[in-house]
């Protein structure tokens, strides 16, 4: 039978996972000899590289490769590399499918010759702690997109005019030979690596659909990079690069004659400008990796977007001020005309009135 399915997993530290992991995998209905785990070890402290290994000798369907810590992008693409099946799915070892998903989802993909095909989610909570602390938009992970095969550029722009882009690469299942020949990648050496992989799968797909079925379940929990990266001189970095990315395409889909699309990009860039800017750290050596290897050329976009942050900061400075003088003589304009028609005002006036005549005249 062909191999069908490449089922790709990053794991760090979550032995306590693996086990509900394999197990919500074995009940997707997906055949022996059709589908493959690649389980990408990014340098696990924890039991994760035994027990893989040891889940890897009892079953043919696992392949497992280990690695120093380089962050879960470095990991994906290692996996995706090593992939062999017709399609690639993403997992994260700490989130669930319901029953049967993947095999609903590969046959429509097979079925239709498919890029890329969008399906939905939903949400769940470690604790009500988490909840409180770490609140998510509850119909971030749906679809609401009609079904039908259009072009990826086409399933973008409905998908920005619905309200739910997604940047979750788990709710996408790829060609893997389109991604490959069209570089549809993860970013290394930042968070958010997902976001580069999902837009690039999405603008260059040819034949991309959408299944409303919320079949993902993400699990928020505490202590996660998600969690544990909300602010901070990792977030500064991660946006920066990914706004120059999300900058690229959208100068593409210009030169393509494709306005729709780059309107629809536009949000998203400002959106990653804005979080540079609110995250610029005040000393970018905070900004580990800064400077060395691929991140070299963003060295100077970074010393600009520290040289914004001070000019925002010098402007609001300034305004504060030329308010907080506006406001004083505001207040003593109104005090003036307060006492100007008060009766204290008059009659001080009129008692006056005949010293000031005469003082006045004195000076004829």
């Known amino acids: 039978m062909a191999l069908k399915l490449s089922i790709v997993i990053p794991v760090y530290n979550a032995a306590r996972f693996l086990e509900s992991c394999f197990a919500c995998l074995g009940r997707q209905g997906l055949h022996p000899g059709e589908w493959e785990v690649i389980a990408v070890d990014d340098g696990s402290t924890d039991d994760s590289p035994s027990l893989l290994d040891a889940r890897?000798?009892?079953?043919?369907?696992?392949?497992?490769?280990?690695?120093?810590?380089?962050?879960?992008?470095?990991?994906?693409?290692r996996g995706l590399g090593m992939a062999r099946g017709e399609y690639v799915y993403f997992f994260d070892v700490d989130d669930a499918l319901a029953e049967?998903?993947?095999?609903?989802?590969?046959?429509?993909?097979?079925?239709?010759?498919?890029?890329?095909?969008?399906?939905?989610?939903?949400?769940?909570?470690?604790?009500?702690?988490?909840?409180?602390?770490?609140?998510?938009?509850?119909?971030?992970?749906?679809?609401?997109?009609?079904?039908?095969?259009?072009?990826?550029?086409?399933?973008?722009?409905?998908?920005?005019?619905?309200?739910?882009?997604?940047?979750q690469p788990c709710l996408l299942m790829v060609r893997r030979q389109f991604a490959l020949e069209n570089d549809i990648r993860f970013a290394e050496g930042i968070i958010n690596e997902d976001n580069l992989y999902v837009i690039r799968a999405t603008l260059r797909a040819q034949r991309a659909d959408v299944d409303q079925g919320l079949y993902y379940t993400y699990n928020v929990r505490g202590g996660t990079v998600t969690t544990d990266n909300a602010k901070g001189a990792r977030r500064f970095l991660a946006h920066l690069v990914l706004a120059q990315e999300f900058e690229l395409e959208r100068l593409r889909a210009l030169g393509r004659g494709r306005y729709d699309v780059a309107d629809k990009l536009d949000p998203l860039v400002n959106w990653y400008l804005d979080i540079v800017i609110e995250n610029c750290p005040e000393d970018l050596s905070e900004a580990h990796g800064l400077g060395s290897g691929t991140l070299q050329p963003i060295v100077a976009a970074a010393r600009l977007a520290q040289?914004?942050?001070?000019?925002?900061?010098?402007?609001?400075?300034?305004?504060?001020?030329?308010?907080?003088?506006?406001?004083?003589?505001?207040?003593?304009?109104?005090?003036?005309?307060?006492?100007?028609?008060?009766?204290?005002?008059?009659?001080?006036?009129?008692?006056?009135?005949i010293p000031r005549a005469i003082k006045d005249g004195a000076r004829r």
């Open 307 to 353: 040289r914004v942050v001070a000019a925002h900061a010098e402007g609001r400075k300034l305004k504060e001020e030329l308010t907080e003088q506006s406001l004083r003589l505001e207040k003593a304009e109104r005090e003036l005309q307060e006492i100007e028609q008060s009766t204290t005002w008059k009659i001080g006036s009129a008692i006056t009135a």
């Open 56 to 77: 890897a000798g009892q079953v043919d369907w696992l392949s497992v490769v280990h690695q120093d810590n380089q962050g879960a992008g470095v990991a994906r693409n």
């Open 100 to 167: 049967g998903s993947l095999r609903a989802l590969l046959d429509r993909c097979v079925d239709e010759s498919l890029d890329v095909l969008f399906f939905g989610g939903k949400l769940a909570y470690e604790s009500p702690e988490v909840e409180r602390e770490h609140p998510q938009d509850p119909r971030y992970f749906e679809r609401r997109q009609t079904p039908g095969v259009v072009s990826g550029e086409d399933m973008f722009v409905a998908q920005q005019r619905d309200g739910n882009y997604c940047g």
